[in-house]
């Protein structure tokens, strides 16, 4: 491990250990600490980011190592764009240790050190397309984050438990707006990243479909949103809807991550 990812991971856990004792003690001083740690953090993996494409070329999206390393980056892009519109404690209590353990695994996980020859045809492309599925990966996340604290809400309010932690969660209305926000984001980088990705595989190959697991999973994923998406805006699909959606979206997505670990040639995510 690098100093430089050292020093990306303590920021991390420096804001993770206090978005959690923040939930327990109600510090906002605290709070404030450990979004500007997480911040700092953040600065300096953007910075790695940067380093990684200058030096390769594309963006540094191959790999164990590369892919959790922004996923995590990208978590911590969502929260600081959501905390800038709805202020609120709790999501950072789930986002913040989320990011940390993407960005351990990405410290620990070797390196490939050969990258596979489809990405010297057309990196800009690869870059393109890996780079908006992780970004969309992320929306979703935080779209399950927001209905995990939906839910929460609701059951708190139904069990008329209005202990101290209930005052520290967002309102049923703030999760619901983050997750439909949060579902648009990531339903379109998702419908870009597929059609990069078929693009990419035209170019390379000449066809746009190898039925690969990972090919299928994603499509699946797509229309799962897009049915979220298409019952939001006609049905009115709303608060404890919307949140199972999410939830159950979510577990796709996760599958698409698992399917992507141990898949071969140049969805490969290998080793570990």
Known sequence: MTLFKSLILACYAVATIGSIVTIVTKRRGLFSASVAAMLTGFVLHSASIAISIVQDGHLPLYGA?????????????????????????????????????LTLIAAIAP?????????ADDP???????????????????MFMAAVLYITQEREIKGKRFGAFFHRLPSLETCDSIGFRSLATGFILLTAGIAFGMLWQYRRAGYLWT??????????????????VHHRLTSG???????????VGF????????VLRFSTGFHS????
């Open 65 to 101: 190592q590369e892919v959790c390393s922004f996923l995590g980056w990208s978590l911590v892009v969502y929260f600081l764009i959501v905390q800038f519109r709805f202020p609120t404690q709790a999501l950072a209590a789930l986002v913040f240790p989320t990011a940390t353990m």
């Open 251 to 258: 577990c796709l997505v996760v599958v698409s991550l698992t």
């Open 124 to 142: 800009v492309l690869f870059s393109f397309h890996a780079g908006l599925m992780l970004l969309a990966y992320g929306a979703f996340f935080t």
């Open 269 to 272: 995510v290998s080793p570990w």
């Open 111 to 119: 390196p490939i050190e050969v990258l596979p020859s489809s990405l």
């Open 237 to 247: 699909w709303r608060g404890r809807r919307a949140a199972v959606g999410a939830i």
């Open 211 to 228: 039925n690969a697991p990972i090919e299928v999973v994603a499509v699946c994923t797509w229309l799962v949103y897009f049915f979220l």
